[in-house]
């Protein structure tokens, strides 16, 4: 059975108020609890058109997954784009992420190790997102190029 903390990146199916069900990726896990028939109740923020800002889930549902569950070489290439912009953005000089701190997310600069270890990271996205979706990739590439340029 998975297993949830705060602030981790997850995948979730959700209630939309434009959309019906839709999936959301890389929301983050605020809060959990134990629950002793489904191992935790983990409340997920939620996107901006969902039904409610904050919403929970049993850990063993199949609406809730960790956004790299999966190893890199079967993640579906929505996840894999994700994760390498997730990864991109940890490895940017500068770069924060929330922590835990005296009971609330406060925003803390990743290390130097962090940043290193991210970018190989996103080296191996890059290559997994070549070969899973050339078209999703080219399309990345292209905005990054684009994005230089300006």
Known sequence: MPSYK???RVSIFYRSTTHGTALA????????????????????SMPYDAAEP???YFADSDSIEHMEADPIG????????????WFLKVAETGSTGPRLGNGRTVQVPYTVEERVD????ASLYISAL????????????????????S
């Open 74 to 85: 079967q993640q579906p290439p929505g996840h894999l784009y994700i994760n390498l912009l």
């Open 118 to 121: 991210a970018a190989a990271r």
């Open 25 to 44: 990726l890389g929301q983050r896990v605020e809060k959990v609890e134990p629950h002793e028939r489904h191992g935790q109740r983990v409340w997920v």
């Open 6 to 8: 705060p602030l981790d």
């Open 54 to 56: 904050l919403t929970w």
């Open 130 to 149: 070549r070969h899973a979706d050339p078209r999703l990739f080219a399309r990345w590439e292209a905005s990054e190029i684009e994005t230089a340029s």
